[in-house]
């Protein structure tokens, strides 16, 4: 019988471990796709508030290198 509680003593403790790290691992998770997603977010209104700058830049670029001999 001591031995049936130690068991289920240690699959318990065990368990919770396992739980907690699962929780640890989600939370890691969620706060990698808020990074990604606020990235996401930078990169579109830069491209947006930048886009016909760059767009003309590369323009006279290719411009250039089309015209050199």
Same mark, same amino acid.
């Given at each position: 019988?001591?031995?049936?509680? !130690? !068991?289920?003593?240690?699959?318990? $403790?065990?368990?919770?471990? #396992? ?6 691992? $989600? +939370?890691?998770?969620?706060?990698? +796709? !808020?990074?990604? *997603?606020?990235? +996401? #977010? ?15 830049? !590369?323009?006279?670029? *290719? $411009? ?6």
């Amino acid at each position: 019988m001591k031995q049936m509680m !130690l !068991l289920q003593t240690m699959l318990t $403790g065990w368990f919770r471990d #396992v739980m907690d790290r699962a929780d640890e691992t $989600g +939370a890691s998770l969620v706060e990698y +796709a !808020l990074l990604l *997603a606020l990235i +996401a #977010v930078v990169a579109i209104g830069a491209l947006v508030f930048l886009g016909h700058t760059v767009s003309n830049q !590369l323009n006279n670029v *290719a $411009g250039t290198i089309n015209n050199a001999p």
